[in-house]
């Protein structure tokens, strides 16, 4: 079954390109591009979202407001406040930070997150659909 | 295109299209056992090893091809997990990754390398879409720079397997028309 260049579902992407390079394996200049304005977008939430003053932090479930704590008015003792949903995650507050100390969700990705300061910097917990945020980011003050 | 050249075509078509999408589900499998979230610490964080036989089939298939890898992908990978919540996230970050593929293949003006890294990137702006309509709370935005730097990195990895299995196949004579 021998067939002419240009018949088979095979071609569809491929017809116009050189022989040498038919599925476009080497760089060209937009990718480079490409890299650049992925790179810029992503710096461009970072300084958006973070930074500022503010440490109120705020607990939600579901969109729905649980709790708000100052940071900086946990001092000694840690502040623990915990979230029944359909798994049960605790969060924890100490020496201006929080972070989720212990959670009954697989995959335990909330808790390895680690623990937030600055404005702006939010925890998520994606099975129990909690959310630990700091509230003041620059996109917070610009809302208001 | 000639009609009767895509019937003869079909069932070797539909073999390889079988074979692609028993390899993804392998490879989103075994990416599992590669801790990357060590790396980087980041809830779900992953390499997208099966978005290298995305990539594959839209390169060497044809958009259609890499859509029904996917899809079906997707479906079974939900299934055998057991976790329906699954299949939203991939399907959403699936489907905007190869709507940007295909787009970007467009342009002359990018390689494999930079289809593939918008595909990473698109997939991760899918998967934040779906995980804001889960929480209700756009808290989970804040991941999108970090995970738009990794898609960078996995994109362009994804990229190097992809390319290296398309100049192999296509030095065997398996993609070869002839």
């Known amino acids: 079954m021998r067939k002419k260049r240009g018949e088979s579902p ?3 992407y491929s017809r116009d390109e050189s022989l040498s390079d038919m599925y476009r394996r080497k760089p060209r200049w937009g990718d480079y591009v490409t890299v650049a304005i992925i790179g810029l977008a992503a ?8 930074g500022g003053t503010g440490d109120t932090v705020v607990i939600t479930h579901i969109g ?9 008015v946990v001092s000694g003792e840690p502040y623990t406040y915990t979230v029944h949903g359909v798994y049960t995650t605790v969060v924890t507050i100490e020496n ?3 972070y989720i100390s212990q959670s009954t969700c697989p995959g335990q990705d909330c808790v390895h997150a680690g623990a937030i300061s600055k404005a702006g910097e939010s925890i998520v917990c994606l099975p129990n659909q ?3 945020s700091i509230e003041g980011g620059y996109l917070d003050v610009l809302s208001k | 295109m000639n009609k009767q050249g895509s019937v003869l075509r079909r069932p070797r078509t539909l073999a390889i299209c079988a074979c692609l999408t028993a390899l993804a589900l392998a490879l989103s499998y075994c990416e599992r056992f590669i801790p990357v979230g060590a790396l980087i610490p980041l809830p779900g964080i992953k390499l997208g090893l099966a978005n290298i036989v995305t990539l594959f089939a839209l390169f060497a298939l044809g958009r259609r091809y890499a859509l029904a890898v996917m899809l079906t992908r997707c479906l079974l990978s939900a299934i055998f997990s057991g976790q329906p919540m699954a299949l939203l996230f991939s399907v959403c970050g699936g489907l905007l990754s190869l709507l940007t593929m295909s787009l970007a293949m ?3 003006h990018l390689s494999i390398y930079g289809v593939s890294i918008l595909g990473a990137a698109a997939h991760n702006v899918g998967q934040i879409a779906a995980a804001m309509l889960v929480m209700h709370s756009t808290a989970v935005f804040y991941y999108l720079s970090t995970l738009l730097f990794a898609a960078i990195i996995t994109g362009a990895l994804t990229a190097l397997a992809a390319s290296g299995v398309l100049r192999a196949l296509d030095k065997s004579g398996l993609l070869r028309r002839k």
């Open chain 1, 10 to 12: 095979y071609d569809d």
């Open chain 1, 43 to 50: 710096a461009v939430i970072v300084l958006l979202l973070v």
């Open chain 1, 64 to 72: 729905e407001t649980l709790e708000r704590v100052d940071l900086s």
């Open chain 1, 96 to 98: 201006g930070e929080a």
């Open chain 1, 130 to 132: 909690v959310s630990v």
């Open chain 2, 106 to 108: 467009r342009s002359r």
